[in-house]
């Protein structure tokens, strides 16, 4: 987080040496000439078409520098944005409303990962967790958010949640009319991690999926500081 703060800090200050940059090209490069030609204005012909054709060069590279700047202004800004919602994400993330949502549910995970049983109120707490990274996979699929950024920051728990609860998200997809777009931007992002995170480790699919549930009991620990409590007591 606070590699992302700085980054946030750097683009600004980056944005601030720019614009110091360009307003001192122009004073070098059209201010000086013009008074030069305002001081030799009763000069020979040559100099005051050479003066000329010097501002006319200088303004053209000063366009020319404009638009690039206009074009990396527009970058950084993105970028700007990018990390600032990131950054509202993770804190919101790690809150407590929502880190006992997603406590509660990996209470119900079974052993092997994938939630199979529906009981009265598994429904309510998929949703608590999967309506939040729902909401992360709509900014990526806006392109608010790059795919090399959520998958350092959010993946682990993209992936593995929807991982878990896919079946019960089909079942809540059924309860609302078998409504196929209500997680599909979660799906579609699912699937696209999934391709980034076997390329990145150098395994297929069914080798990280088989890691998510080798791993089911060490996760749900790692998001539920009651359930530690409660295996290390037995």
Known sequence: MKRLLKEIEDLSRDYSSLVKIILTFTSVFLVIPFFILLYNRGANDWLTAFMTFYLVIATLG??????????????QLKRQL?????????KE??????????????????????????????????????????????Y???????KRLVWDTFSFYIM?????????IKEIEKYWGDDKILYRDLSDLYNELIDYECNERNKNKKEI??????????????????????QNSD
């Open 93 to 138: 993330w790690n809150e407590d409303e929502m880190f006992e949502a997603r406590c509660s549910l990996c209470k119900i995970l079974p052993p092997e990962g994938i939630i199979t049983d529906f009981g009265d109120d598994t429904f309510d707490k998929v949703e608590n967790v999967i309506e939040f990274l729902e909401r992360i996979a709509s």
């Open 160 to 168: 593995r949640y929807y991982f878990y609860t896919q079946k019960a």
């Open 82 to 90: 990018e990390l600032q919602v990131i950054t509202e994400l993770y």
């Open 140 to 146: 990526y699929m806006n392109s608010v958010l790059t």
């Open 62 to 75: 000063l366009a020319i520098i404009t638009a690039a700047v206009i074009i990396w202004q527009g970058q």
């Open 209 to 230: 999926e088989q890691s998510f549930v080798d791993e089911t009991n060490k996760f749900k620990k790692s998001e539920c500081y009651e359930i530690q409590i409660s």
